[in-house]
């Protein structure tokens, strides 16, 4: 008797299963994707790069509510530097979101996000997407008036590097002088000294600015250093 229950019910949860199956595929995608990410200073390939990966549709207005985000996968690359995924991606989804290196897991390289779009993906078949990522190098930055005039003399500075990503930022600060940094780092005195220990795009070059004011006359300069990934590089700014 049980196994006559048993086959009655079999063709109703094979309905259950190809019905669920049917919503299922009415609410997602199933789009493949597959890369190498590779050093883009070397061109070689990295291993264990953590890649997450967000489905995203905006909200129709900035009052709006019915905007979506949602993690569909995280994959690290192999010795190869290849990975591959398969997506399942809720339906009005509009764009793929690829977050690499997230929060510098692999401290030698910066992290950096790619948008895709999902119109330009084939869901039908496999997709491909390549990425790079630059190194990080240390530089430090030497500043010091070396030629003060008065109480009144002003000087901020900055740098930046074009790469594939963020690199670290200010790691260290140093202060050699009696004048301390305003919050904005800016500093006003005659006795500025310092060293700010930055992490850069390595193997090119970072350009440095900095502005002096010194009795009101105003001096804007620009300098360059190619920062190398093997050693701790030093630039010197005196004004």
């Given at each position: 008797?049980?196994?006559?229950?048993?086959?009655?019910?079999?063709?109703?949860?094979?309905?259950?299963?190809?019905?669920?199956?049917?919503?299922?595929?009415?609410?997602?995608?199933?789009?493949?994707?597959?890369?190498v990410?590779?050093?883009?200073?070397?061109?070689?390939?990295?291993?264990?790069?953590?890649?997450?990966?967000?489905?995203?549709?905006?909200?129709?207005?900035?009052?709006?509510?019915?905007?979506?985000?949602?993690?569909?996968?995280?994959?690290?690359?192999?010795?190869?530097?290849?990975?591959?995924?398969?997506?399942?991606?809720?339906?009005?989804?509009?764009?793929?979101?690829?977050?690499?290196?997230?929060?510098?897991?692999?401290k030698?390289?910066?992290?950096?996000?790619?948008?895709?779009?999902?119109?330009?993906?084939?869901?039908?078949?496999?997709?491909?997407?390549?990425?790079?990522l630059?190194?990080?190098?240390?530089?430090?930055?030497?500043?010091?008036n070396?030629t003060?005039?008065?109480?009144?003399?002003?000087?901020?500075?900055?740098?930046?590097?074009?790469?594939?990503?963020?690199?670290?930022?200010?790691?260290?600060?140093?202060?050699?002088?009696?004048?301390?940094?305003?919050?904005?780092?800016?500093?006003?005195?005659?006795?500025?000294?310092?060293?700010?220990?930055?992490?850069?795009?390595?193997?090119?070059?970072?350009?440095?600015?900095?502005?002096?004011?010194?009795?009101?006359?105003?001096?804007?300069?620009?300098?360059?250093?190619?920062?190398?990934?093997?050693?701790?590089?030093?630039?010197?700014?005196?004004?």
């Amino acid at each position: 008797m049980k196994t006559l229950k048993l086959i009655l019910y079999m063709p109703l949860l094979l309905v259950f299963i190809q019905t669920s199956c049917k919503n299922d595929l009415a609410n997602f995608q199933i789009i493949t994707i597959e890369g190498v990410v590779k050093d883009d200073a070397l061109k070689q390939e990295l291993n264990g790069i953590v890649i997450t990966i967000d489905a995203i549709k905006s909200p129709s207005s900035w009052e709006g509510w019915d905007g979506k985000r949602e993690t569909v996968e995280s994959v690290t690359t192999d010795a190869n530097g290849y990975y591959k995924v398969k997506l399942k991606v809720f339906k009005d989804a509009e764009r793929l979101e690829f977050y690499l290196n997230p929060a510098k897991l692999n401290k030698d390289y910066v992290d950096s996000q790619r948008d895709v779009q999902l119109s330009t993906l084939n869901v039908n078949g496999n997709n491909k997407q390549d990425f790079t990522l630059s190194p990080i190098g240390i530089l430090k930055i030497h500043f010091k008036n070396s030629t003060p005039v008065s109480a009144t003399d002003f000087f901020y500075f900055g740098g930046y590097a074009n790469g594939n990503g963020w690199p670290s930022g200010i790691i260290q600060k140093e202060n050699c002088g009696t004048v301390p940094a305003s919050q904005a780092l800016t500093w006003t005195g005659k006795d500025v000294c310092g060293i700010f220990t930055v992490g850069t795009i390595a193997e090119q070059f970072t350009h440095v600015w900095w502005h002096v004011n010194k009795n009101g006359v105003i001096h804007d300069y620009q300098d360059s250093i190619f920062v190398s990934r093997v050693i701790v590089n030093d630039f010197q700014l005196n004004y």
